[in-house]
């Protein structure tokens, strides 16, 4: 089960403007040992209760408070650019009829 937008927060601080690093996390884990870094694939990643999960999904829970229905696009073309202004939902394609 996905975790809550509430949970994420609660573990990252999200600087929606940033760009290099727009995730922070929280200084009171404790004992939480928080693991990010990047996948293979060159995209930022981060790893909550156990799962990792791409930074521009959790980027958009945390915004939106939903995880994205649809693939997340850099509008830049840059995978590391998770600032808010240049992630977005991408259109499912239509079915021809």
């Known amino acids: 089960m996905k ?7 609660s573990l990252l601080y999200y600087k929606s403007y ?10 009171w884990l404790g004992d939480v040992s928080p693991r990010s870094g990047t996948h293979e694939d060159g995209y930022l990643q981060a790893e ?3 799962t990792v ?3 521009d999904q959790l980027a958009w829970l ?3 408070g ?3 229905a649809h693939e997340i696009v850099h ?3 840059n995978k590391l650019n998770n600032s808010w202004n240049n992630i977005k939902e991408k259109a499912p394609l239509a079915k021809a009829a």
């Open 53 to 55: 999960y791409p930074a």
């Open 66 to 68: 939903e995880w994205p």
């Open 3 to 9: 975790p809550t937008a509430e949970r994420v927060r």
């Open 48 to 50: 909550i209760d156990g």
């Open 18 to 27: 940033e760009l290099k690093e727009p995730f922070v996390w929280q200084t």
């Open 62 to 64: 945390i915004m939106t």
């Open 75 to 77: 509008a830049d073309g």
